[in-house]
């Protein structure tokens, strides 16, 4: 149940709204919008009498939510949420490219990698300073010491830097030092960090599951949002599927059905996706044409001794490159 | 196994390959190209001893093919293949659209859409006249009075016509009526027909199966060039996963993976994909920005009545927004 | 829309129904029963008034039939279809067996095989004449050839034979020769091939494409059954997923889903779902333990030099294993 | 690198083997079998020199494991794994069988359900007391209430209690009340919780990921196994396919697979798997054919009221049925 209030609701009557729907045992929570305020009722499971709630004054209307996700729905707030980070807006229309290596390997790698991506006009810089890997044995990423050495990059070369935590432990370290937090793939349902997301002061990068379907997704980005923080970027990023000459299957449709159920942005992750190098110029070009709102892409100075797990990271030029043709697609 | 030959080899020295590899017990299938020609060696299953190739004359190398297709290797024929047909030239660079109702249903519907597809931009009208229905009990198409009705809009309007064949019958009507003949994602691993489609003396559209790896789409291709018809135009139309939001999933990195192992040309089918008329556009703009030869598309006069197997029909103005969109990817 | 006849009915007032609906513009295809008859109506895409029909004599009720098939619907015919074969009774409680090579290679070949096959317990030889080949250089069968060998082992050894035709040209021959014909899953939805099974004086065994929904599998049925062979054997073959330690997924949640909605019979391939030799025997106990009426299983005498597809054949002891190792699930 | 130690090595001379990895600047991890002890090198990524190791007394063979898991392989550890319980050994050959609602609603409804599963022969009470939901706002168990209320069903019925953990905080309170601690398959590849675990003093019940390898699954299990609890136990409930008349697609080749690959025991879950009651009771029994150590099944006193997350439950009186069903397969 979303209690829409008129546009010129005061403060107060939304305050009233929110402490009758308390006194209904539920928990309401303001979603201010371009023109006017909505109260999202969550807790309820079943149809809430909104008999009590169109008598407060101010309240212009009251709408039954269909889909399981509220907070994130378009229903609840039509207008597309944007990320404002300085001066980077993500969601506004002009695509932010985040790029770097797979792993913060050293001072020395991502000074080199960041100066090359911000000349070709990357905003943002990735690279993991604590690695989810499938096998025990791998390198797991070098921890506090690696979010120092993004610092230093955010210090030298003035891009924000997005990286991932992978547990309630690292992500209150990766809070601290980055501009934007990212949840990865295999952990899109560990509700326990979705929740500390959701408290967290910075904004989320939330990737799809391996197996995840839209409504789960969204889901997920619900949890964080319950919690308080309406700061989401999704990240589209390769589905399983029984083909075999891409790592995953990049599914671009996902796209439009997200902007079709929700406010919140969507960005691309072309390397994960393929897996192939050769691919993501193209998959890049294809996922700004379907009108994503940015692209993460892993570049190294030295792909071949790149230390990364299943992406094949772009050359310095390469990327370069994919700045230069993704130009007339970014419209 | 693959013979290339000299630039400057005649044509009495191409035969004389052939005429060797056919006492060596297997078959010789010239390949010419735009410099050289080569001669492919099939029916042979383990290696092929080259050396009495190797020294008749006007023979420049031998280069053992490792993929199991051949003809339609890139490894046989580096550069891409360009299909003409009149002043249209599919795989030539330029996005060759194809556009039409799903079944014909009556010569003023045909009609009607043709024209307004054409002032669009279409160079090619799609039309069904016998449509593989997963119901015995479903409509099945005009049959040949669908084909006259195909050939009159070719007529009046100039458009060239593409139409699906499904068995050996309706493919003698096919191919005396239409400039390509379709063969459906139902179709593609029917043997049978595939064999006939090799005979035929029009291009033949050949479409992936839901389930199909590109190995296998590439395979049935093959089997069509063995029998001698080279003309062949892929097309991607969506495989099959566990996703909800699309009817199937559009499998947009199979464009740069045939274009890395095949010279054929590929399309692709957002209608059906997607099942979804509002992602028909983007889907399209991510289909010609990662590289396709071209689209087909569904578009109806009275989308609401058409007679449709699970693509949504664009509307006519929905098409021609279309055209307007996907102008800036088509270069 | 089914009509159902009472218990006494006389044939003359079923033929009165039939009329009526013909009447209509449908047609009336009547479904004997073990203890009445119902008659299906077909052709009708919307709702049938069946006010007339229900005031016909012998007529009981009229009930609209919601799912898209009918004849091999549940709701049209609740008691299980039982495929009789001289004493061989499929579909009745008795796991029926077939086995033998991938190919028929030689007669000596499978001879042999099937002779040993018979000791272990088998009652249906299989062994392929006319192959479906993902590559056209592939050994494609021996043909009539086959055929003539096939007819011959059953001349020996008493076993009844089921071999694959692939096109309306084999399925000629192989209903002259065989017992049993079989579509393969690369062919359930080539429904020229469905309607030609549909007109075979013959059982049909119809396979599981490879990703065919329940379904889908049940409308191909329906194309046979609707062009008047109610002999339809389904086979689950193995579904196409991500998975990598077999070759398809062993769906066996396809055999009690089929057998809530449809009466036919349903047999389980475990060697070419697996594709791994040492798979087929735990597989095949699965598939009785779940409900099949019958196993499909390659068998070869020298396993290492059989002309196979993908399969890997057991060796004859293994096969002599397997039906000792199936005996207590047999209940 | 396995250090394979001979039979009748000392204590010391394991001893001896681990401090010379430790000087390589690996790890040692001692995994003792029924005859012998094996050394486990962890930590290395290139091949490791085995000269050293080699040389030293007590030292048999050193063996290069080509697998990417090490502790849960077949190849370090041949003899399966029997977790022992009390009198309860899973992985001995016996199925065990663990019954239970969906989530621990009351003492009176888990006495109610736990002493009827008891009677029916079930060992081992399943019930969640923190439940992993896809909504936030849908109910997320009772927590250490729930713990409380399992407990007490042990010391009133004697049977033993399985239970989820969901993050590093539950996991301390599981730990301290159940005796065998669930991950469930969201939770995966959460490696903060499998590192927590393999530091738990209980055994684990490791559920496989809807989108999981088996080589996925068995690296999962060696994050538990390197961190020092080797007591785990698989379990298959289902993939992500695109077949929709069962929520999942049960794969029972995963039991051959792995029991191919690992020394672990894996039970199977139909009800999650199935998400149809129907289909639970020949799932359980083809389950028990194909070769699983043991079910996990819901049941309910009444399912219709069931706080249940998408599968169906038994009846009481069904899974006495189910367990009449299955005595003939446990063999």
């Known amino acids: 149940m979303l209690v829409v209030m008129k546009n010129d609701a005061t403060k107060e009557q939304v305050q009233a709204v929110i ?7 539920f928990r309401g929570i303001p979603m201010p919008g371009a023109e006017r305020t909505a109260v999202c009722i969550v807790g309820n499971k079943g149809p809430v009498d909104d008999y009590h709630l ?30 404002s980070l300085g001066d980077i807006k993500i969601g506004a229309g002009e695509v932010v490219v985040m790029a770097g290596p797979c792993a913060v390997e050293s001072e020395k790698q991502c000074l080199t990698i960041a100066q090359s991506v ?46 991932e935590a992978t547990d309630n432990a690292s992500i209150d370290l990766v809070e601290q030092y980055a501009d934007i937090i990212q949840i990865g793939a295999r952990n899109m349902q560990n509700y326990f960090l979705l929740r500390r997301a959701g408290q967290a002061s910075k904004p989320i990068l939330l990737k799809r599951g391996l197996a995840a379907t839209i409504d789960e997704l969204l889901m997920s980005a619900e949890y964080i949002m319950s919690e308080g923080n309406p700061r989401i970027i999704l990240c589209e990023r390769g589905i399983r599927t029984f083909t075999n ?18 406010h919140l942005p969507i960005i691309v992750d072309p390397s994960h996706a393929a897996g192939r190098r050769e691919f993501v110029i193209p998959l890049s070009k294809a996922a700004v044409a ?42």
Chains 1, 2, 3, 4 share one sequence.
Do not use: C, W
């Not at 009251?62 to 597309?80: D, G, H, M, R």
């Not at 000349?119 to 010491?145: H, N, V």
């Open 19 to 25: 402490e009758e729907i308390e006194k209904m045992g």
């Open 54 to 83: 169109l008598m407060l004054e101010g309240v212009k209307e009251a709408i039954p939510v269909t889909k399981p996700f509220k907070l994130v729905s378009k229903e609840t707030k039509p207008e597309p949420t944007v990320i």
């Open 118 to 163: 911000k000349k070709s006009g990357a905003k943002i810089f990735r690279g993991g300073a604590f690695k989810p890997r499938t096998s025990p044995y791998s390198f797991q990423g070098l921890g506090e010491d690696g979010l120092k050495i993004l610092a230093k990059v955010r210090e030298e070369t003035g891009l924000l830097i997005v990286t």
């Open 245 to 262: 000459t891409t790592r995953n299957t990049l599914d671009l449709s996902a796209i439009p059905s997200i902007k079709e159920l929700s």
């Open 290 to 331: 379907v009108g994503a709102d940015g692209l993460i892409v892993e570049v190294h100075n030295d792909p071949a001794h790149a230390l990364s797990d299943g992406a094949q990271s772009l050359y310095l030029d390469q990327f370069a490159q994919l700045m230069q043709e993704i130009k007339p697609y970014r419209i």
